[in-house]
């Protein structure tokens, strides 16, 4: 593959990941029951549950890396990239590339996956869980951030960003 | 900042991760409370429940990501950073730190299954799970760890030693 060919394909990666995000938020990720009391479960869920218990940090940490920094990272990539498979010159490319760099070690999305399937088998041993939609969501983001984070040339953007000036 | 700054902020950030380690493996992390019976868990212990359930792939990607990993992180940063400057395995250093870099995020698994554990116990005194101050200890331990092989660039494994640095 030529370079920066792989940059195109980080732009459709990036832009899927980004609508997939919005129903991976809105949709709850399992339902857990025990004698006929359920409780649904989205991500924004468990950062109120621990900022209500008094562990504001972790709910703080929770709600950086499972909601903020991906949908950022995501965002300054596909604009980045953007540039490049369109041929553009976006203002503010420089910065949303350095944003990109930040986040991506922060973008903990494929992470939370495999935390849903851990909790759903732990919940399995106290009541009842079943799987939503929301989870399915959670799972094409991830996986759509991960191919992301292979296909996103840093050194082609970086490249392409300074022939621009 | 200064690649020696760099370093320096590096060695201090492992030190941290190194000293909240104990707290975060000794206390609990989440007290789980189930028609009346109460059960307060560790980040081991809650490995160990895993696995007595059956479930031997699952409680081993929980202990891998959560027991293993920051282990690995903080044995490995203490020897990078300890062979700064020097020229010895310059090579391995700088697989093991892009290593590093790749595994780091994996422990925070603990932290979002105790974030989806807190959200649906919330049953009153049918089911209800909370959170305790390993966890704190926990998320702190691994930030610092992140950030220690963040801070330390790869290219710093090839630089000369500078002078009065150590």
């Known amino acids: 593959m030529r370079p920066g060919q792989t940059m195109i394909a980080a732009w459709a990666f990036a832009m899927a990941a980004l609508v997939t995000f919005i129903p991976a938020n809105l949709n709850p990720i399992l339902i857990f029951s025990v004698a006929g009391n359920s409780q649904e479960n989205l991500i924004i869920t468990g950062v109120r549950a621990l900022w209500m218990q008094g562990f504001q940090p972790l709910g703080a940490l929770v709600f950086f890396s499972a909601i903020l920094a991906p949908f950022f990272y995501l965002a300054s990539v596909s604009y980045v990239s953007a540039n490049w498979t369109l041929q553009l010159r976006l203002p503010f490319a420089g910065a949303a590339l350095r944003l990109a760099e930040a986040l991506e070690s922060w973008n903990l999305l494929p992470v939370f996956a495999i935390a849903c399937m851990v909790s759903v088998v732990k919940l399995r041993t106290l009541g009842t869980v079943s799987w939503e939609p929301g989870s399915l969501w959670v799972l094409a983001t991830a996986v759509f951030t991960m191919l992301t984070i292979q296909c996103f040339d840093r050194k082609c953007a970086e490249l392409y960003l300074e022939g621009v000036k | ?166």
């Open chain 2, 1 to 166: 900042m200064t690649d020696h700054l760099k370093v320096k902020l590096s060695r201090a950030l492992t030190a941290a991760g190194i000293i909240l380690y104990i707290p975060a493996n000794f206390l609990p992390v989440m007290t789980i409370t189930l028609t009346g019976q109460v059960e307060s868990l560790t980040v081991m212990g809650g490995v160990f429940e895993l696995y007595e359930t059956g479930l031997v792939p699952v409680a081993a990607v929980v202990f891998l990501a959560s027991v293993v990993v920051p282990v690995v992180k903080l044995v490995s940063l203490s020897w990078l950073l300890g062979l700064h400057g020097s020229e010895v395995n310059q090579s391995r250093r700088m697989k093991v730190h892009l290593f590093l870099i790749r595994i780091g995020t994996w422990a925070m698994v603990d932290i979002f299954l105790l974030s989806i554990l807190v959200a649906v116990g919330q049953l009153g005194i049918l089911a209800s799970v909370q959170a305790e101050a390993g966890a704190l200890f926990f998320a702190a331990m691994i930030i610092c760890t992140l950030y220690a092989a963040d801070i330390y660039k790869t290219h710093m494994i090839w630089q000369q030693p500078m002078p009065n640095s150590t």
